[in-house]
């Protein structure tokens, strides 16, 4: 079997799935299938340096300020997804045939980039047959992108917009300093459970949660608090 497989491809994007021989390193989420959203025509800190990163964040506002700077997104483009990018453009990357390598297995939608670029369908036959799986979009708004809500978290960036994707029927995730009312503490952070265990962040399925974490990650130092 490959580590990887392309899942979708569209006019600007490609979608990469890794992770199915060679277990994930990252220490936060664990075992888990990682889903990448890379943008097709360039490597992803180009894309990040011209703005072109907004065919996959969309309106995340960690991307910063759409030329590299004053980026408080965790990832670090540089790394995994520039190397999965690379990988694909030598054809390292078959397309995806059946969902079998999916079966029993956890998967992390949106390793990089907003899972919601992945057709609806597609999403919910591999949540389907997987063991569980966690996800996040900044496009909860979108009354197009409505029916994600039982699969993703609804990524808010202040007290305000966590109300209001609550009142639309979401989970939230919520990067911030403190706590609000009615949010838990991201369980990798309270006790170090990675979220290949925890599994709290898998949309509203089964009720609505509300999850946060302080800022983390290679852009935590150019987080301003909403």
Not at 156 to 181: C, K, N, P, Y
Request: hydrophobic share 35%; aromatic share 8%; proline share 5%.
């Amino acid at each position: 079997m490959s580590n990887g497989f392309i899942l979708h491809e569209d006019q600007h994007r490609v979608i990469i799935a890794t992770g199915f021989e060679t277990p994930s390193d990252n220490r936060k989420t664990g075992d888990m299938i990682q889903i990448w959203i890379l943008v097709r025509s360039v490597s992803p800190t180009e894309a990040i340096r011209t703005g072109i990163d907004r065919l996959i964040c969309g309106s995340c506002v960690h991307r910063g300020n759409g030329d590299g700077s004053g980026r408080s997104c965790y990832v670090n483009a540089g790394q995994a997804p520039l190397g999965i990018w690379r990988a694909w453009q030598t054809g390292n990357y078959p397309p995806l045939r059946s969902l079998e390598a999916f079966t029993g297995r956890k998967v992390r939608f949106g390793a990089y980039g907003d899972p919601t670029h992945l057709p609806l369908s597609l999403a919910l036959a591999i949540a389907g047959v997987s063991a569980g799986h966690t996800g996040y979009t900044h496009q909860w708004r979108k009354p197009s992108l409505q029916g994600w809500k039982t699969l993703l978290m609804a990524s808010v960036d202040s007290v305000a917009q966590l109300v209001i994707a609550r009142s639309l029927g979401w989970s939230t995730f919520r990067v911030g300093s403190e706590a609000s009312i009615g949010e838990s503490l991201c369980e990798s952070t309270r006790i170090g459970t990675p979220c290949a265990v925890c599994q709290l962040c898998a949309g509203a399925r089964n009720g609505i949660e509300n999850v946060w974490i302080p800022p983390h990650g290679k852009g935590a130092g150019h987080f301003l608090e909403a």
